[in-house]
């Protein structure tokens, strides 16, 4: 069991370019999560997958946001057109099921800075 | 909506010493799990301790408990024996266990001073 892995660790891109970041859930967890976390702050709550569905979405992942996870492992989050407001971290945990939806494992997640 | 307050933004303690950081939350939920997460610097947040709303007793992880007032929709972390590696920003969150929405606080800085 490696934990959670995202890719990569680290981000700088210009402003109005399109990013993708990976997330390699625990394996045989069935739900994934994302979340951003802005500098000085808690994290927020984006997405959340069981399996392959994408169960639930925040008001915060506005249409630029996308995130997809076909086959129920890894998952992919793009923004794409960024804006320096995107600037944050972007967290993703993974949890081995509904009933056990509070054991929540984070992952280092991705440092995005958008210039 | 469910808000999650931590009213410390930085707090300090020595090695060894004991520390408690605060947290409210408001809910009209009666079915949630609280916790409290630790994100070291530069690393992953780890879960350090959770607590389920029908329970009253408070929960205890080694040197961490907590002291959950649930009318008083309180939360609070108490860290003894104080270690240098306990250092981090430390988070409180909400779960409701309907939906599975996760809030967290904006974080309380610990630093332990040797």
């Known amino acids: 069991d490696t934990g959670v892995s995202q890719d990569p660790r680290h981000k700088i891109t210009k402003r109005g370019q399109n990013v993708t970041f990976r997330c390699d859930p625990i394996?045989?967890?069935?739900?994934l999560y994302w979340y951003r976390q802005t500098l000085g702050q808690g994290p927020e709550f984006l997405t959340y997958?069981?399996?392959?569905?994408?169960?639930?979405k925040s008001r915060l992942l506005s249409d630029r946001f996308s995130a997809e996870r076909p086959k129920g492992s890894f998952s992919t989050l793009e923004i794409q057109r960024t804006e320096q407001g995107d600037s944050a971290m972007y967290l993703c945990?993974?949890?081995?099921?509904?009933?056990?939806?509070?054991?929540?494992?984070f992952g280092p997640g991705t440092r995005l800075t958008v210039t | 909506a469910q808000t999650v307050t931590q009213s410390q933004p930085e707090m300090s303690v020595q090695e060894a010493e004991t520390v408690t950081l605060s947290c409210t939350y408001d809910t009209s939920e009666s079915n949630y799990y609280l916790f409290w997460y630790k994100q070291p610097p530069s690393r992953q947040m780890i879960l350090v301790i959770r607590?389920?709303?029908?329970?009253?007793q408070n929960a205890t992880e080694n040197r961490f408990s907590v002291n959950f007032q649930k009318a008083a929709k309180s939360f609070s972390l108490k860290i003894s024996d104080s270690q240098l590696g306990d250092t981090a920003m430390y988070f409180c969150?909400?779960?409701?266990?309907?939906?599975?929405?996760?809030?967290f606080g904006a974080g309380t800085r610990l630093t332990v001073k040797p």
């Open positions: 394996s045989e967890h069935n739900r």
């Open positions: 607590q389920e709303a029908y329970k009253q």
């Open positions: 997958f069981q399996n392959e569905a994408q169960l639930e």
């Open positions: 945990a993974s949890s081995p099921g509904p009933l056990r939806s509070y054991e929540q494992y």
């Open positions: 969150a909400f779960m409701n266990r309907n939906n599975n929405d996760m809030r």
